[in-house]
């Protein structure tokens, strides 16, 4: 497994942004395709972004397509999400995972193995 820890949560206004890091502990961060996740209270966790173990393969949630993008920096073992123009409803817990690299830019939930703690975004209106 990989180590993760999220970081960058907080609360802003709508239309507000902030940049969630995750930082990972892998010999090669790369190996891993990696993907960022949340949870609403009494809801279930949702895929909001993933990205391919080299970077070249993005995916993202209908909902926040044009507003929020996924990238990573390898060498630094870190990937991030930044999120603009934020909304009420993208109040929730994020969740950053790891996934083999030959899942590439995967949206499942069942093929990221390792999770982070996850980190509290809060959007008021």
């Known amino acids: 497994q990989v180590q993760l820890v999220e970081s960058g949560g907080g609360l802003v206004q709508a239309g507000g942004s902030l940049r969630l890091s995750c930082a990972a502990s892998?010999?090669?961060?790369?190996?891993?395709?990696m993907g960022w996740f949340r949870q609403a209270p009494g809801k279930e966790r949702e895929f909001v972004a993933s990205?391919?173990?080299?970077?070249?393969?993005?995916n993202y949630a209908e909902s926040v397509k044009g507003r929020f993008t996924i990238s990573r920096d390898n060498a630094k073992n870190t990937v991030y999400l930044q999120m603009n123009n934020l909304k009420p409803d993208d109040t929730a817990v994020y969740y950053c995972?790891?996934?083999?690299?030959?899942?590439?830019?995967?949206?499942?939930?069942?093929?990221?193995?390792?999770w982070g703690q996850g980190t509290q975004v809060t959007v008021s209106s």
């Open positions: 892998a010999r090669t961060f790369s190996n891993y395709a």
């Open positions: 995972a790891a996934a083999p690299r030959y899942y590439g830019a995967t949206y499942s939930r069942g093929n990221y193995n390792s």
């Open positions: 990205i391919s173990g080299g970077g070249g393969t993005t």
